[in-house]
């Protein structure tokens, strides 16, 4: 069966990324629409983002790359700090050639180079509230198809829809797998920005007196980490963003909103987890940001189903981890390796086709939301006594050690030189 018109939800990097890979492929492509609930080309959450060589790689065949680069600033590894010592542990990903950037500057950059590329539709303001689908996933021509209403009374006819729309998937909760929801991990994020006094200048050091922010430094401690970057050309804002163990506020969104909304109480806490340390300056920078956002980070439970009939899951609507660094370059790896299963859509079912993404992608996903968990529980959070926080220091640097032994195999691979399923 050919598939003439995919249908994606979600505008951000998974979904733009795999607008633009099958507007790219060979043809016959099909058509493609990505609808975003969002009224505007603008994500939801506004901090910065660490893009590997992986990810850039990818960016740069889909056109993104060239107009993004200038946009952020190259990272020559992510320094972790001791909290109590002041002392390094190490730098993960030393001398590869990464990009830190804003997330805003990403999903721009990709809704600026689709609109150059003919052939995706980008809808924005679009709620989908009922997906059906007629016919079976596995036939021939005649096969059938699947139809979307929209809040507003339209309805949108596709031969397949793709599930990019996080961790909270109305394609997930309409049809591959409504009883898989997302569980909150035990911590939530809280970020800024500061603007310093000058360009590339932060008044924080590590306890031998050398400068703590080269480009990205994380100072980890027994409470909880703390990021501190620049994300742009001009360094003059620097992104503060602190991981703290807290309770869930309730299972509503208001409970978290409410929380968030007492800036100062959100900023007494990020305080009160890092005003002990040998990290000469940092209370300082912190007691300098007022607007703090506070959001809970949420997973997916590993596993899980990405498919169904027509419907496939992409990103983190089907593998939602913590974030850790390569979480946005996965997603774009998504995107990408889907239009590689695709090209085959002329002579593979639907059905066949998820199956093939779901053999190709799922050992790799497994591999990394294992890794990330571990990272994720061991960042630091609630107080579980100053000799344990001796040890995941030392596991740390092990953990980093062996990290810069595998960073040449870590960013070799290729999903488009994978070999695609019999």
């Known amino acids: 069966m050919t598939i003439n018109h995919v249908v994606i939800l979600g505008a951000g990097p998974a979904g733009l990324a795999a607008a633009l890979a099958l507007a790219r492929s060979p043809a016959p ?7 975003e609930l969002r009224a505007h080309p603008a ?20 056109g993104a790359g060239a107009r993004l680069r200038p946009r952020g600033i190259p990272v ?4 972790i700090l001791s909290l109590r010592t002041g002392r390094p542990l190490g730098r993960m990903w030393d001398g590869v050639d990464a990009l830190r950037v804003l997330r805003q500057e990403l999903v721009s950059a990709l809704v600026e180079t689709a609109r150059e590329a003919g052939g995706v539709e980008l809808r924005y303001g679009v709620r989908v509230i009922e997906i059906e689908e007629w ?11 699947l139809v979307l209403k929209l809040e507003d009374g339209e309805e949108i006819r596709a031969d397949m ?24 991990s035990g911590k939530a994020a809280a970020y800024g920005f500061v603007q310093v006094a000058e360009p590339g200048s932060v008044a924080v050091t590590r306890s031998d007196g050398k400068p703590a922010v080269e480009d990205t430094t994380v100072v980890s401690g027994q409470f909880g980490s703390i990021m501190m970057t620049f994300g742009e050309p001009d360094r003059r804002n620097l992104h503060i963003g ?13 409970g978290w909103k409410a929380r968030g909304d007492d800036r100062l109480q959100v900023k007494s806490d990020i305080l009160k987890r890092f005003d002990n340390g040998s990290v000469r300056g940092l209370v300082d920078v912190v007691q300098e940001l007022e607007d703090w956002t506070l959001y809970p980070v949420y997973v997916l439970p590993p596993g899980g189903r990405w498919s169904k009939g027509r419907v496939l899951l992409i990103g983190d609507a089907a593998h939602a981890m913590p974030p850790q660094g390569e979480s946005t370059g996965l997603a774009i790896e998504d995107g990408v390796l889907l239009a590689r299963v695709l090209q085959r859509h002329t002579s593979r079912s639907v059905s066949q086709l998820c199956d093939d993404f779901f053999t190709l992608r799922q050992k790799t996903i497994d591999k990394v939301y294992k890794e990330t968990l571990w990272r994720w529980q ?32 870590y960013f070799a691979s290729d999903v488009d030189k994978m070999q695609l399923p019999e």
């Open 135 to 145: 016919g079976v996933a596995d036939g021939g021509e005649d096969a059938g198809g």
């Open 76 to 79: 020559r590894g992510i320094d």
């Open 161 to 184: 829809l793709v599930g990019a729309d996080g961790i909270h998937s109305v394609a997930r909760r309409l049809v591959v797998e409504p009883e898989r929801k997302p569980e909150y």
């Open 43 to 62: 994500p939801a959450l506004g901090g910065t983002i660490n893009l590997t060589p992986l990810a850039m790689r990818y960016l740069d065949r889909l």
């Open 242 to 254: 602190a991981v703290m163990g807290m309770r869930e506020q309730g299972e509503s969104r208001e």
């Open 29 to 35: 492509s099909p058509r493609v629409t990505v609808l």
């Open 378 to 409: 061991h960042a630091g959070g609630e107080d579980s006594g100053w000799l344990w926080g001796i040890v995941v220091e030392w596991m740390s640097m092990v953990f980093l050690t062996l990290m810069s032994y595998r960073k040449e195999d």
